[in-house]
């Protein structure tokens, strides 16, 4: 589903990626691991096309398809979704306006025809009661005054709502206390299905207790230096990144 | 030190005409007043940019024009003329004016019981003078202001709204000003009085539409009476024509407790000059000054807010948004005042300002002169572009990247919006700023 072949990204004249290689199937569960700083949330970002990095080599498939070409909308709209680290506030434009135009963009795309008002709600009142979401959600403008845990689960539930193929979760653990973790957890795992890829991107353990990866990559200073199961996410949290890092180039990165 | 234009002689010789006409109708006792107001404006002229509060608005386009008075050219229109003007699901009393003077056959005063009145002001000076003359001209001040003065010295009809102690009028009440084409550009001074006594509530629509593209020069002034305990709403919406010029004054006289919200959405005209002018003279009085402008082409719109606290323990929140496009210039002006006695002062201010277009330009400038030692004021203003961050956010969710930022900016405007509580009035005004906006048609479809 999404091939990412030495990669190499720039922001400003700083380089974050130095030649990141990852292959995600259909149906799997990888996580990215790494510290502060090393091109975790910079990766999550510029698959979902935001255009303040600038990609300097490599390339990446979704699909078989150059991703890099693509608008963040025609991303979306072929099924890549990001769960933001710091969700968007859009004071002024409501959830409801919103959610509807995502949702009649994305089923404009792959040729459904457009939801109404009220088959929009109907649709949407079904989605919420899966995820716990208070209806009156919809009236608030996006994000807007939200808790970070509120933040985080809408996240999750545009997600359930716009039913991509390919979920990129950015730090969605991040702020989290262990009640709203697990709904959001929940959330995702509600979602895992054959024809679905996750990327779970974190800098701790903790959120993947509740979302069991298939895959665990590490990531340091912009390159992926180890892979391996679940429990390398263990290893991890009991040793530590500096470990991982002094073992850096030992493992093939990222591929299999 | 007195500089007579040629404007300013113009407007005096017709007031000797104006006067002569007005004393053999009934409206004698207005004479001083009248003859006040006019010897005021011949003494302060039209204000310059030389003037502090008109720094940045040149009004030389108005006091060099030439305007008729709007008498001699009184229109007919039939109702079906201004159906376009209707708000879906608005219902409630409504006085039509043409040109300045009021059209019967257009209007819907309805019947209020209990001593609660709705009519043309008009016929306020003859039917109701021991209501007005405790109010009139008392607040809005004429020594001070030129376009005040020269209002008040012309001021023959207008909208007179009277709410009595206890009564609460629900329906909101629509003041509509109808400009239509004319042989000469004409002048209107339209004055409303709106008077509520204690314990009273209502709600008064204010608006300014145009059925051609004609030049005209609205002079308004707005005098409010709130009483203690009393609550109004005052919505003022401004689609005047795109070579108008618009001058308005709302000037609002706070009791104890009171609790008032000035709405404002400016969206036409060629010069406007929006001035809002609450005095919280009562204790624990409120009020909520909330405005949306948006300009492009070579329009210019000035919001100059002065916010009196003139008792103790009051709030205010001034929030104003403006977008501007185009080569348009808007000002924001928003001077807090705090009396010597005005202790526990609550004011806040917020301007934020989009530019969409390089030669769009905006003036913001707040200012607070505060004269008590306990109090709370804070200001902010903002001038910006629309934020990437939340265009990519949108366009990351599959909306393309003109819906997002239509959607983005629709939003920015619909903050003002939200904030007034009358559903038909806040709808109404979310389409004209829908259909206002670049692209605003991928707002409505999405």
Same mark, same amino acid.
């Given at each position: 589903?999404?091939?990412?072949?030495?990669?190499?990204?720039?922001?400003?004249?700083?380089?974050?990626?130095?030649?990141?290689?990852?292959?995600?199937?259909?149906?799997?569960?990888?996580?990215?691991?790494?510290?502060?700083?090393?091109?975790?949330?910079?990766?999550?970002?510029?698959?979902?096309?935001?255009?303040?990095?600038?990609?300097?080599?490599?390339?990446?498939?979704?699909?078989?398809?150059?991703?890099?070409?693509?608008?963040?909308?025609?991303?979306?709209?072929?099924?890549?979704?990001?769960?933001?680290?710091?969700?968007?506030?859009?004071?002024?434009?409501?959830?409801?306006?919103?959610?509807?135009?995502?949702?009649?963009?994305?089923?404009?795309?792959?040729?459904?025809?457009?939801?109404?008002?009220?088959?929009?709600?109907?649709?949407?009142?079904?989605?919420?009661?899966?995820?716990?979401?208070?209806?009156?959600?919809?009236?608030?403008?996006?994000?807007?005054?939200?808790?970070?845990?509120?933040?985080?689960?809408?996240?999750?539930?545009?997600?359930?709502?716009?039913?991509?193929?390919?979920?990129?979760?950015?730090?969605?653990?991040?702020?989290?206390?262990?009640?709203?973790?697990?709904?959001?957890?929940?959330?995702?795992?509600?979602?895992?299905?054959?024809?679905?890829?996750?990327?779970?991107?974190?800098?701790?353990?903790?959120?993947?207790?509740?979302?069991?990866?298939?895959?665990?990559?590490?990531?340091?200073?912009?390159?992926?230096?180890?892979?391996?199961?679940?429990?390398?996410?263990?290893?991890?949290?009991?040793?530590?990144?500096?470990?991982?890092?002094?073992?850096?180039?030992?493992?093939?990165?990222?591929?299999? | 030190?007195?500089?007579?234009?040629?404007?300013?002689?113009?407007?005096?010789?017709?007031?000797?005409?104006?006067?002569?006409?007005?004393?053999?109708?009934?409206?004698?006792?207005?004479?001083?007043?009248?003859?006040?107001?006019?010897?005021?404006?011949?003494?302060?002229?039209?204000?310059?940019?030389?003037?502090?509060?008109?720094?940045?608005?040149?009004?030389?386009?108005?006091?060099?024009?030439?305007?008729?008075?709007?008498?001699?050219?009184?229109?007919?229109?039939?109702?079906?003329?201004?159906?376009?003007?209707?708000?879906?699901?608005?219902?409630?009393?409504?006085?039509?004016?043409?040109?300045?003077?009021?059209?019967?056959?257009?209007?819907?005063?309805?019947?209020?019981?209990?001593?609660?009145?709705?009519?043309?002001?008009?016929?306020?000076?003859?039917?109701?003078?021991?209501?007005?003359?405790?109010?009139?001209?008392?607040?809005?001040?004429?020594?001070?202001?030129?376009?005040?003065?020269?209002?008040?010295?012309?001021?023959?009809?207008?909208?007179?709204?009277?709410?009595?102690?206890?009564?609460?009028?629900?329906?909101?009440?629509?003041?509509?000003?109808?400009?239509?084409?004319?042989?000469?550009?004409?002048?209107?001074?339209?004055?409303?009085?709106?008077?509520?006594?204690?314990?009273?509530?209502?709600?008064?629509?204010?608006?300014?539409?145009?059925?051609?593209?004609?030049?005209?020069?609205?002079?308004?002034?707005?005098?409010?009476?709130?009483?203690?305990?009393?609550?109004?709403?005052?919505?003022?919406?401004?689609?005047?024509?795109?070579?108008?010029?618009?001058?308005?004054?709302?000037?609002?006289?706070?009791?104890?407790?009171?609790?008032?919200?000035?709405?404002?959405?400016?969206?036409?005209?060629?010069?406007?000059?929006?001035?809002?002018?609450?005095?919280?003279?009562?204790?624990?009085?409120?009020?909520?000054?909330?405005?949306?402008?948006?300009?492009?082409?070579?329009?210019?719109?000035?919001?100059?807010?002065?916010?009196?606290?003139?008792?103790?323990?009051?709030?205010?929140?001034?929030?104003?948004?403006?977008?501007?496009?185009?080569?348009?210039?808007?000002?924001?002006?928003?001077?807090?005042?705090?009396?010597?006695?005005?202790? @526990?002062?609550?004011?806040?201010?917020?301007? @934020?300002?989009?530019?969409?277009?390089?030669?769009?330009?905006?003036?913001?400038?707040?200012?607070?002169?505060?004269?008590?030692?306990?109090? @709370?004021?804070?200001?902010?203003?903002?001038?910006?572009?629309?934020?990437?961050?939340?265009?990519?956010?949108?366009?990351?969710?599959?909306?393309?990247?003109?819906?997002?930022?239509?959607?983005?900016?629709?939003?920015?405007?619909?903050?003002?919006?939200?904030?007034? @509580?009358?559903?038909?009035?806040?709808?109404?005004?979310?389409?004209?700023?829908?259909?206002?906006?670049?692209?605003?048609?991928?707002?409505?479809?999405?």
């Amino acid at each position: 589903m999404l091939e990412i072949k030495n990669l190499y990204v720039k922001a400003g004249n700083h380089e974050i990626l130095k030649g990141v290689h990852l292959k995600v199937n259909a149906g799997e569960v990888h996580s990215i691991m790494g510290p502060n700083g090393s091109g975790k949330s910079t990766l999550a970002q510029v698959l979902a096309g935001r255009e303040t990095y600038e990609v300097t080599r490599g390339e990446v498939l979704y699909e078989g398809k150059n991703l890099l070409e693509m608008a963040p909308e025609e991303r979306a709209c072929e099924g890549v979704f990001m769960a933001f680290q710091y969700p968007v506030e859009i004071p002024g434009v409501s959830s409801a306006q919103f959610l509807k135009a995502a949702l009649n963009a994305i089923r404009r795309a792959r040729g459904l025809e457009e939801l109404d008002a009220m088959e929009f709600l109907a649709l949407v009142k079904q989605k919420f009661k899966v995820l716990g979401v208070d209806e009156k959600l919809l009236h608030r403008s996006v994000n807007e005054g939200f808790s970070g845990g509120e933040k985080k689960r809408n996240e999750i539930f545009q997600m359930a709502l716009l039913e991509p193929r390919l979920c990129i979760l950015d730090e969605t653990d991040s702020g989290l206390d262990i009640d709203a973790l697990k709904i959001v957890a929940s959330g995702v795992n509600g979602l895992r299905s054959p024809g679905r890829a996750i990327l779970v991107i974190t800098h701790y353990q903790r959120l993947l207790n509740y979302i069991i990866p298939d895959y665990v990559h590490v990531l340091v200073d912009g390159r992926i230096v180890r892979s391996g199961g679940k429990e390398l996410a263990l290893e991890l949290e009991e040793k530590g990144y500096a470990l991982i890092e002094g073992g850096a180039g030992a493992a093939a990165p990222g591929r299999r | 030190m007195v500089a007579v234009t040629p404007a300013t002689d113009r407007y005096l010789e017709n007031f000797d005409r104006f006067a002569r006409v007005a004393a053999d109708s009934g409206q004698e006792w207005l004479r001083p007043v009248r003859q006040a107001a006019i010897a005021r404006f011949a003494e302060l002229g039209f204000p310059t940019i030389r003037d502090e509060d008109w720094r940045f608005t040149n009004v030389a386009p108005i006091a060099q024009a030439s305007f008729a008075r709007a008498n001699g050219s009184r229109t007919e229109l039939s109702p079906r003329d201004i159906d376009q003007f209707a708000v879906p699901g608005l219902v409630g009393p409504q006085l039509v004016f043409v040109n300045g003077r009021y059209a019967p056959r257009l209007s819907s005063p309805g019947s209020l019981s209990d001593g609660a009145t709705v009519s043309s002001l008009a016929q306020a000076f003859t039917d109701a003078r021991t209501v007005l003359e405790p109010h009139l001209a008392r607040y809005a001040d004429y020594a001070r202001d030129g376009f005040t003065a020269l209002n008040t010295a012309f001021m023959e009809d207008g909208g007179f709204v009277y709410v009595p102690r206890g009564r609460v009028i629900e329906a909101p009440i629509r003041l509509l000003y109808v400009s239509t084409e004319t042989a000469d550009p004409i002048v209107t001074h339209p004055r409303n009085v709106i008077v509520l006594e204690e314990d009273s509530q209502a709600v008064i629509v204010e608006e300014y539409v145009a059925l051609g593209a004609e030049v005209y020069f609205s002079n308004v002034v707005t005098e409010v009476v709130v009483g203690q305990n009393s609550v109004l709403s005052h919505y003022l919406i401004e689609r005047d024509s795109e070579q108008a010029f618009n001058v308005s004054t709302l000037r609002v006289q706070q009791g104890r407790s009171s609790n008032v919200a000035s709405h404002t959405v400016l969206l036409g005209g060629a010069l406007v000059r929006n001035n809002v002018h609450p005095v919280m003279a009562g204790e624990g009085s409120e009020c909520l000054i909330n405005g949306l402008f948006m300009a492009t082409g070579r329009q210019h719109m000035d919001n100059f807010m002065r916010v009196e606290h003139a008792s103790p323990h009051c709030d205010s929140r001034q929030f104003y948004n403006g977008i501007l496009d185009g080569r348009s210039h808007g000002v924001f002006s928003g001077r807090i005042i705090v009396h010597k006695d005005a202790q @526990k002062t609550d004011a806040k201010q917020t301007n @934020k300002n989009l530019l969409l277009s390089e030669e769009a330009q905006i003036d913001s400038k707040p200012q607070l002169e505060i004269y008590a030692d306990d109090v @709370k004021c804070t200001h902010g203003a903002t001038i910006g572009q629309m934020d990437e961050g939340a265009i990519f956010y949108l366009r990351s969710r599959g909306i393309a990247e003109d819906a997002a930022r239509a959607l983005l900016l629709f939003g920015f405007a619909n903050e003002s919006l939200e904030r007034m @509580k009358v559903g038909p009035i806040r709808k109404y005004l979310e389409a004209l700023v829908t259909q206002w906006l670049p692209q605003g048609k991928l707002v409505e479809e999405s």
